[in-house]
């Protein structure tokens, strides 16, 4: 406890992905005062056509963002 | 905001996922007044092994649909 | 299944939450090819004070369009 | 590891909550060889109102089963 | 109704999985007082790259296991 | 995008859970390039008795620490 879920686009390195981890555990352990040993954190990833913002896939949204 | 989270079987097409984002985005922009752009949707999919549903596996419950 | 979990902040109407969950399980039905009753939803409602976004609580959102 | 969460429409009694997590506890220390300060649970309770199967919230649900 | 979702590292048999799906399904049938047909269980199993506990990626678990 | 998660039993301030939030808006930012304003973030606060770790809900770890 707590416990944190991210969900989130596929994309990231693995260095992106514990560097900001490693944030969380420490901003968990620093404002709740709770042991990092009970912090625990997963990232969900989905592929892209699994994601919507604004009404489009985030395949769509990159399609469009390469215009 | 709001954010969205499917739990799903594998075994549905991009264009069944996306059409069914598109219909929620919708939903919630229509009866809860937020922008398209503040909707935001996940598939979290699972192979079948990693689903149950009445105390079966969907890998026992689509060998059972297949008789 | 499929299971639909919404996280939204308090403020809307029992009417508009029972609008859009019925819009979703209305495209779940169309577009997956599931029956209704196998269409489960839950909003998952947090108080101002515990959801944030643009590194700014919904508390705060809130006071500065008040402005 | 592993984190469970529960997504479950109010009603039950804490003698039935503790109940079911406490053999979800054993399930995952008998099954997965984990340790059960590792194992961590939250149900997430949602008014009746914001729950829907079948297309009825519970609300409406409830009041069919009453009739 | 219930809907469980159990966050997981990657590395367990599908005979795992399912006795810990099966025994979680018994304990909401037994406890709850609900029909196993309406319990709806899905597994997110992440990559050890993807998941922390304790500050360290449960890549940098393992090696400091293997040690 | 990316979209957080938190499970957490009650009795935070809102000036810890405000911190903690900021904290992990910021990590997001400033390792995964994403803007502020497509963070967002929702604390799932539980009572007391809706939460187990170590087979233990926690108004049994809470009156255990208070001996």
Known sequence: MPEITINLA????????TAVMRDISDAMVKH?????EDVVIQINEAPLAN?????KTFVERKAEQAK
């Open 10 to 17: 596929v994309g990231r390195t693995d260095e992106q992905k």
């Open 32 to 36: 709740l005062g709770v042991k990092a």
């Open 51 to 55: 994601k919507m913002k604004g009404g």
